[in-house]
């Protein structure tokens, strides 16, 4: 009888062999560049103006909150980057931990949020435009402007085309011009001069509610802007001394992202001119923020450095993400979400190169209904959140399973990742709720498209029964849907027959429940299928 695969992967002496074509070219110092070029792309650029829009001076606390559900997440995937090292591992680690049905709705995820590639192309498009109009327009690209994106996308994607050393060094070049330009932004628009008192005037610190604070998180594009931090660990299989490296390379690319993102919105809060906020900071509106506000304050200098800058940031976090996306669609090709053509490895560069052309048609076709920078990352924001959750269900179904065989902690796992990851994972529901039902009522249904599927999928495949995939999996269909119903019934965009705080709170608790769920489902699979397990 021949062995089972764990959760529809293609055969493991395929997939084992084109794993070690990777090559393991990559150190600290170009994991933490791959990193934090992927955080500090379009987000600056824009989030600031955004985020201020959404909650006023109370971004701050926004960004800071972001910040440290960065670090919680992070904890989670440097234990599994760092233990079970693996070509697009965040699309892998869900599979192997919590079965097919789980592995086919992240996967499909994972697969959507290949959109913020297109996010990064279309704010390139949105800063072009001072230069060369008709490219955007109405906050959406016009048809020549996509025709450039499109031109765009495909020169991202011949510079991806080669071997990954050349893609590391490339990336570290692009990485200083990326911290230099915001910061010498954030001192030249102090030394333009402040005005006093802009924490507290215009409707005060918190001018449209503390609760704004929450939506500003994914709404306001803020929790776009910090993600890109799990970068290194798609790279783990392509990393030298993964354990030592990648958690350091993650940890540090965050800090250093936060900070730069705190700057950047106290420089914009304190130098926004008074006539402008005739009707609060809702009122402030800007296509290209920096860049528009450095001309208000005649410094043409650091508005030429921004515009140039506005190419390069978005443009680095673009190169970074067709490879990060390459990675991720040679591992749906290991999981069988995607043909089995797609797995495959140029020999000679070492690159999923098939997966690189399947990429560039996804990015372009994101490009189409939505065009603008923030309609893109509204959506964006609440695949990556779902993300962190599924993988803060398998970094626990994997301790589980360990305890209950009596496994010790190995090298490479994180101290308190057992409480860690209800913690994450609580987190990032909550911050997929205050979102808001105006971005959910569309990326949930979105993600649920995921369970058709593994349906589909499933009557081409063999494997174990369908009702135990079922059971094994069932609890994301019913957290998703259950959030769906508790966002339209709640006071984020929402009916608000589910009064505040209340709602909170019982998305709080639902998220508790179910992780629990997930981890007794991930253990039980792990404990009739250990093919996950034997993969590391």
């Known amino acids: 009888m021949a062995q089972y695969q764990p959760a529809g992967t293609v055969g493991n002496a395929d997939a084992r062999a084109e794993e070690n074509r990777l090559r393991k070219d990559l150190g600290f110092w170009g ?21 201020a829009q959404t909650a006023g001076p109370a971004a701050l606390l926004s960004w800071i909150a972001a910040g440290a559900l960065c670090a919680l997440v992070a904890l989670v995937m440097v234990e599994l980057g760092a233990t079970r090292p693996e070509g697009g591992g965040t699309v892998r680690w869900p599979l192997y931990a919590s079965g097919r049905l789980v592995g086919t709705v992240v996967g499909w ?46 020169l991202l994607t011949a510079l991806n085309w080669f071997a990954v050393r050349m893609f590391a060094r490339l990336n570290n070049l692009v990485s200083v011009f990326k911290v230099v330009v915001p910061v010498v932004t954030i001192v030249a628009l102090f030394l ?27 709404g306001g594009g803020i929790v776009y802007s910090v993600n890109g931090f799990q970068a290194p660990l798609d790279f783990s299989g392509e990393a030298r001394n993964p354990r030592r490296n990648i958690p350091a390379a993650v940890l540090t690319g965050i800090a250093l992202a936060v900070l ?45 450095l921004l515009y140039a800058d506005a190419v390069v940031s978005p443009g680095g976090s673009a190169y970074v993400g067709v490879a990060i996306d390459a990675r991720h669609t040679y591992a749906l090709a290991k999981n069988g979400l995607v043909p089995r053509f797609f797995m495959r490895i140029d020999p000679r560069s070492g690159i999923a190169r098939r997966a690189l052309v399947l990429n560039l048609v996804v990015i372009i076709l994101f490009m189409l209904p939505f065009g603008g920078w923030q309609d893109i990352v509204s959506v964006m924001g609440d695949m990556y959140l779902l993300i962190y959750a599924a993988s803060a269900v398998a970094v626990a179904s994997f301790r589980a ?28 529901t909550e911050f997929v709720y205050w979102s808001g039902w105006e971005h959910l009522r569309l990326a949930l249904p979105l993600v649920l498209a995921g369970v058709p599927l593994y349906l589909l999928q499933r009557r081409r495949t063999a494997g174990r029964p369908v009702r135990e995939e079922l059971r094994q999996g069932a609890w994301i269909v019913f957290h998703l849907a259950a959030l769906t119903l508790l966002s339209w019934l709640g006071t984020f965009g929402g009916s608000g027959h589910l009064p505040a705080p209340y709602d909170s709170v019982v998305v709080g608790v639902l998220a508790l429940a179910v992780f629990v769920w997930a981890v007794r489902s991930g253990a039980a699979h792990l404990r009739t299928d250990p093919s996950g397990e034997r993969a590391f």
Request: charge should be negative; hydrophobic fraction near 50%; proline fraction near 4%.
């Open 260 to 304: 730069v993102y705190l700057g950047l919105q106290l420089a914009f809060l304190y130098t926004v001119p008074d006539s402008l906020l005739a009707h609060g900071w809702q009122g402030v509106n800007f296509d290209s923020p920096f860049g528009q506000l450095a001309l208000v304050l005649n410094l043409h200098w650091l508005a030429t």
């Open 401 to 428: 399973h360990d305890r209950e065989r009596g496994v010790p902690l190995a090298d490479g796992q994180v101290p308190g990742v057992r409480w860690i990851a209800p913690v994450s994972f609580a987190v990032s």
């Open 109 to 154: 995820s994972v697969l959507l949020s290949v959109g913020g590639t297109a996010a990064e192309i279309s704010a390139i498009m949105q800063y072009a435009a001072h230069y060369v109009p008709g490219l955007y327009e109405g906050g959406k690209l016009t048809a020549s402007g996509l025709g450039v994106a499109s031109a765009l996308s495909v």
């Open 192 to 218: 333009s001069g402040t005005h006093s008192g802009r924490l507290t005037d215009h409707g005060g610190f918190a001018p449209y509610g503390f609760a704004a604070c929450l939506t500003a998180l994914a």
């Open 31 to 51: 994991l933490t560049a791959i990193g934090f070029s992927n955080i500090l792309g379009s987000g600056w650029l824009f989030a600031a103006l955004y985020a």
